[in-house]
């Protein structure tokens, strides 16, 4: 079973850029899809960005939320079990709990719903404010 730990979340100043990481343990990665999903006070959880499975015949497949495309980079570093989020021109509205989490069984079609996802990290707040 994998275990996911976040960091890297933080206060920031609107433009600014921050990168989450996701350390897993228990289990490679490899075999997983990724996916980062946050949450606001009083909103439900969305996702932001997530990434298909590794498994070296096809390239991964990723996806990102409309609001973040072109700012947001999702990636996996496949030897360090890791998965980060690279945030650049940060937003207010992008603050929220951020979370990872890991799934050997989502479907492509759903990549991005977190109902596909049975693992969990413990989130990492980002919060940007001036």
Known sequence: QVQLVESGGGLVQPGGSLRLSCAASGDTLTYYA??????????????????SSSDGTSD???????????????????????????????????TGLYYCAADDM??????????????WGQGSQVTVSS
């Open 60 to 94: 991964s497949t990723t996806y990102y939320k409309d609001s973040v495309k072109g700012r947001f980079t999702i990636s996996r570093d496949n030897a360090k079990n890791t998965v980060y989020l690279q945030m650049n021109s940060l937003k207010p509205e992008d």
């Open 106 to 119: 989502v479907r492509l079609s759903r990549l991005c719903e977190s109902r596909e996802y049975d693992f």
């Open 34 to 51: 990724i996916g980062w999903f946050r949450q606001a006070p009083g909103d439900e959880r969305e996702g932001v960005s997530c990434i």
